[in-house]
C-alpha cells in the first residue's frame, strides 16, 4: 500500500490504531511523540529523532486536565492547533492524533498509574499528583498508539525517568528514546510557557541556565561540594529577579537522589518562579 505524503489529522482511538497499523502494514516501525501543543523547536526535534531512526513520526496533542493542579495554568496553557498542525506537516510527521478531552477520558477514572521513588523529590512535593496525572495520559496514549519508541524531551527530565521507570516497570514494549534540550540561541530552554514571560523576565530568565553552567563548572573543578555551588547560584537567582527557586540541586542522573560530590553521571535540576512564570531546566554534569 502507497501511504500518503502528508500529515493524517486524527481525533479518535479506533483512526489512530487505523493508521498506525496502516504503515505497520507496509512494514515500517512508529514512534509517537506526546505534547501538549504549543509546539515549538523542542517539539519539532523530537519528530526529527523518530525520523533519524527510520520511524514513521506521529504526535499528539492533548492538555491532559489530570497533570494540572487546582491553581496551575491549565485554562491558560497555550493552545493553537492549526499551528500545531503546519509545524508538524512541515516537519514530515505523518499522524496527529488530537483527541477531545471526552475521547481520552470516557469514562470516569477508576485506574491512576503512580511511578514511586522517581517521584518523590524535585517536582514531586512542589505538583501534587502530577507525575500520577503524566504517567496515566502517557500510558494511555502508549496503548492507544502502540508505537515502537515514545520520544520524550530531555527538558523535562525528571518525568522522562518517570516514564522510563513506568515503561520498565510495566514491561510495556516500547523504546522510549529522550532528546536533547533545544535552547534558544541565548540558552535559554525551549518551552511552550516562555510565551508567558514579559521581555524584562526573559532577560532574567537567561540567568537560570548561567548559574546551571557555574554549578557545573564548580563541581567539575572540584572547587566546591555541590551543595554549597548550588546555595551559591539560587542565591545569585534570587539577587538577579527570580521570585522564588523552588530547587536547585545536583542528582544522580537515574536515581534523581540529591548527590555531594559528582562521581557518575549526573544532573544539576532546577525549578524557578519568574512572575506568573514557572521555568524548570537542567543539565548533564559527569
Ligand atoms: O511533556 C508534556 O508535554 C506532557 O507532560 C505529556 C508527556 C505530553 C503528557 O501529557
Redesign the pocket.
Known amino acids: 500500500m502507497i501511504m500518503p505524503e502528508k500529515l493524517a489529522i486524527v481525533r479518535t482511538v479506533a483512526e489512530l490504531r487505523h493508521a498506525v497499523a496502516a504503515y505497520r502494514a507496509t512494514g515500517r516501525t512508529v514512534g509517537l511523540v ?3 501543543g504549543a509546539l515549538h523547536e523542542g517539539h519539532v526535534s523530537l519528530v526529527e529523532g523518530a525520523l533519524a531512526r527510520g520511524d514513521v513520526p506521529a504526535t ?1 496533542i ?1 492538555v ?1 486536565p489530570t ?1 494540572f493542579g487546582p491553581t496551575e495554568d491549565f485554562s491558560a496553557y497555550p493552545r493553537d492547533e492549526a499551528g500545531d498542525f503546519a509545524k508538524l506537516e512541515a516537519a514530515g510527521c505523518r499522524i496527529v492524533f488530537a483527541p477531545a478531552k471526552e475521547e481520552m477520558y470516557p469514562a470516569p477514572m477508576l485506574t491512576t498509574v503512580k511511578v514511586t521513588g522517581v517521584t518523590d523529590g524535585l517536582c514531586g512535593p512542589f505538583r501534587p499528583g502530577h507525575f500520577d ?2 504517567a496515566t ?2 500510558s494511555k ?1 502508549l496503548m492507544m498508539a502502540m508505537p515502537d519508541r515514545g520520544y ?2 530531555e527538558k ?1 527530565y525528571q ?1 522522562l525517568q518517570v ?1 522510563k521507570t513506568m515503561v520498565r516497570d510495566l514491561a510495556m514494549p516500547i523504546e522510549i528514546v529522550g532528546m536533547p534540550t533545544v535552547r534558544e540561541p541565548d540558552g535559554l530552554a525551549m518551552s ?1 510557557r516562555n510565551r508567558y514571560l514579559s521581555p524584562a523576565e526573559r532577560t532574567t530568565a537567561l540567568q537560570l541556565y548561567r548559574e546551571m553552567n557555574t554549578v557545573a563548572q564548580k563541581v567539575r573543578d572540584g572547587r566546591s561540594s555541590c551543595s554549597e555551588a548550588t546555595a551559591s547560584s539560587s542565591k545569585a537567582l534570587l539577587a538577579a529577579g527570580f521570585d522564588k527557586v523552588e530547587y536547585l540541586t545536583v542528582v544522580d542522573a537515574e536515581s534523581l537522589q540529591p548527590v555531594e560530590t559528582v562521581a557518575g553521571p549526573a544532573r544539576i535540576v532546577a525549578a524557578t518562579r519568574l512572575g506568573r512564570t514557572r521555568l524548570i531546566d537542567n543539565i548533564a554534569v559527569d
Open positions: 506526546p505534547t501538549m499528539s492533548f491532559n497533570q496525572g503524566v495520559v502517557v496514549l520524550f524531551g523535562d518525568q516514564i511552550s
